[in-house]
């Protein structure tokens, strides 16, 4: 007569972070969260610009704290040192944080090639660029969205998170 027990993970249970989530929450309105957060969940690059270096890593450690329970298996690099830009040529997917304002000729003029989708987040001006591979001329290619009821749900709390922020100031 043995008896087992069997319990589910919590997995809505957040561990305890040491992350600063008000940076991202304040850089960033909240469509633009989702935005990275989709591309950040469908493993593409992103490469996110910004002139004060005291911002990248923050903001890219809070982006990966999102994605709890499940986390970012490719390379991250929260500020890429201009010898290393190579890097983002590479074929898999990154999460690069590079300390420059955001040139619209950055890609040509570092010698680097889009052959996926990729997003660039110009953190100076809240502003985000998707890139198309170029073989998807007639956009025959299209990323899916995140599920409707769990990007309202993600929307709700992030957007509490936010209005929270607000309040204590």
């Given at each position: ?29 909240l469509n633009n969260i989702l935005e990275i957060f989709q591309y950040l ?14 911002n990248l890593t923050p903001v890219i450690l809070s982006l990966l704290s ?46 680097i090639d889009i052959c996926d989708f990729t997003l660039i987040v110009n ?47």
């Amino acid at each position: 007569n043995e008896s087992i027990i069997l319990k589910a993970n919590q997995m809505n249970d957040l561990y305890t972070l040491n992350i600063e989530f008000e940076r991202l929450f304040t850089i960033f309105n909240l469509n633009n969260i989702l935005e990275i957060f989709q591309y950040l969940m469908l493993n593409t690059k992103i490469i996110i610009f910004s002139k004060e270096i005291k911002n990248l890593t923050p903001v890219i450690l809070s982006l990966l704290s999102l994605l709890y329970p499940f986390h970012y298996p490719y390379t991250v690099v929260s500020v890429l040192h201009k010898e290393a830009y190579k890097l983002i040529d590479n074929i898999v997917p990154v999460l690069v944080g590079i300390n420059e304002k955001y040139n619209s000729n950055f890609l040509k003029e570092n010698d680097i090639d889009i052959c996926d989708f990729t997003l660039i987040v110009n953190m100076d001006n809240q502003e985000l660029i998707k890139m198309e591979p170029p073989d998807n001329k007639n956009k025959q290619k299209k990323l899916p969205s995140l599920p409707q009821k769990y990007k309202s749900n993600l929307e709700k709390k992030i957007n509490n998170y936010i209005l929270e922020i607000k309040n204590n100031k």
